[in-house]
């Protein structure tokens, strides 16, 4: 029996075993106090195994049930067509978890927590109107976009006016949500945090030689999915000049393809166009329990990012005693809120880019105070913020069990 639904289309699994993991951070803590199960939808249709022929990473399948950490995780599937019909994704994920989230009320379910407002949010609203239970929705940055687009905008309105409760991991997306008609009172923001046990220094001439680089070195780190969004590319264009001030300098670059796409290979011809291939490392995706190796082997972590909710990575950067250089988008000003913290340039500044990697190259950073900052975001303060949310919504359930909140 499980009182709370976890459901995301985003979330680690066999096939994925990287999607989602700041969403199963937070909720599997959440299960150490209450008990819940996960619902993550996957995409499907006929003929999608011919596809991955051509493209192996091609909407990998999940197993159906999977134990993880001792929480039961379903994935069931969906039709989902490539293109325009993807907009009946919202619909599709409802009807086709629908038996599944009936048989889970029955068994004792009394609360959806649903990640991302759309299509997830859209699914998890209509199911929690159809089955009479109250709906949590988290906003986590896809919704930036999702709000420009005047096909999505409305159905992004109708989802946060069904929801119970509305959370958001920064500031900007909960004043995004007030701009899309949420009340103020039912939404907060509760941040993502990081695990100092897992991120934290370790010898920095033993993590240099780890990653084969020179102990003299400047190093620069980025860590994300190689896509244009998280900008790469941009850092890379930054380090011819950089070269002129920091002879020694060296770029990691950690993580690999995801349901976005795969730019390394036009990375790879980047670097070598601009004749800096040897300083440009690909170190592919690694487990958050190696991360604390390439981190701690880095003077500066860069995210060249177009759109962010809350990027855990700053955090755990910053739990390995790294600065933070960063665009002024989504939250990513909330996470690095101050100058002892690192830097945030305008989006799409090169020259403001590459200005501050050089001054953070050349600054000798407050490491402890860094460490600080990262210890007061551990992720037992945001839990705790959460069951009390959950706890009210349940609480009022209990005294009135028409109620849903919407």
């Known amino acids: 029996m499980a009182e709370l639904v ?28 209450r008990s819940l199960v996960v619902v993550s939808p996957q995409p499907w249709f006929p003929g999608q195994g011919l596809i991955r022929r051509f493209k192996p990473g091609y909407r990998p399948m999940a197993p159906a049930v999977e134990i993880q950490q001792g929480v039961t995780v379903h994935h069931p599937r969906f039709f989902s067509l490539p293109g325009v019909l993807r907009r009946l994704d919202g619909w599709a994920m409802a009807l086709s978890t629908y038996r599944l989230m009936r048989r889970l009320r029955a068994d004792g379910a009394r609360l959806i927590d ?36 005047p096909l999505l905008r409305p159905r992004l309105v109708r989802t946060l006016a069904a929801a119970t409760r509305i959370f958001s991991v920064s500031e900007s997306l909960r004043r995004l949500a007030l701009e899309l008609g949420a009340p103020p009172d039912k939404t907060e923001v509760v941040g993502n945090g990081v695990d100092t046990e897992v991120f934290h220094p370790v010898d920095r001439a033993a993590a240099r030689q780890k990653a084969g680089l020179p102990a003299s070195a400047s190093v620069l780190i980025s860590v994300g999915g190689l896509v244009e969004r998280k900008g790469m590319h941009r850092v890379i264009d930054c380090l011819p000049a950089l070269l002129t001030t920091h002879p020694d300098l060296h770029y990691l670059i950690v993580g690999g393809a995801s349901p976005e796409g795969d730019m390394r290979a036009e990375l790879e011809a980047q670097a070598d166009r601009l004749g800096v291939s040897a300083r440009v490392h690909f170190l ?22 177009r759109n962010e909710g809350w990027a855990n990575v700053f955090l755990e950067a910053m739990a390995c005693g790294l600065p933070v250089v960063s665009t002024d988008v989504g939250g990513n000003a909330e996470v690095v809120c101050r100058p002892e913290l690192g830097t945030i340039v305008p989006f799409g500044d090169a020259a403001a880019l590459t200005r501050a990697l050089h001054e953070a190259l050349a600054r000798d950073w407050n490491r402890a105070a860094i ?36």
């Open 6 to 33: 976890v459901f995301s289309s985003l979330f680690p699994s066999a096939a994925r075993p990287g999607a989602g993991l700041f969403i199963r951070e937070r909720m599997f803590r959440v299960a150490r106090h």
């Open 114 to 149: 649903a990640h991302f407002a759309y299509p997830d949010g859209e699914a998890a609203t209509r199911l929690g109107r159809w089955l009479g239970l109250p709906v949590t929705l988290t906003l986590r940055g896809t919704e930036v976009p999702h709000s420009k687009n």
């Open 284 to 305: 592919g995706a690694l487990p958050p329990a190696e991360l604390k190796w390439p981190l701690s082997a880095a003077d500066v972590f860069v995210l060249s990012t």
């Open 371 to 406: 460490l600080a900052y990262a210890r007061d975001n551990q992720w037992d303060k945001r839990v705790a913020q959460l069951l009390a949310a959950f706890d009210r919504v349940l609480d009022r359930q209990t005294a009135d069990p028409k109620w849903v909140g919407a």
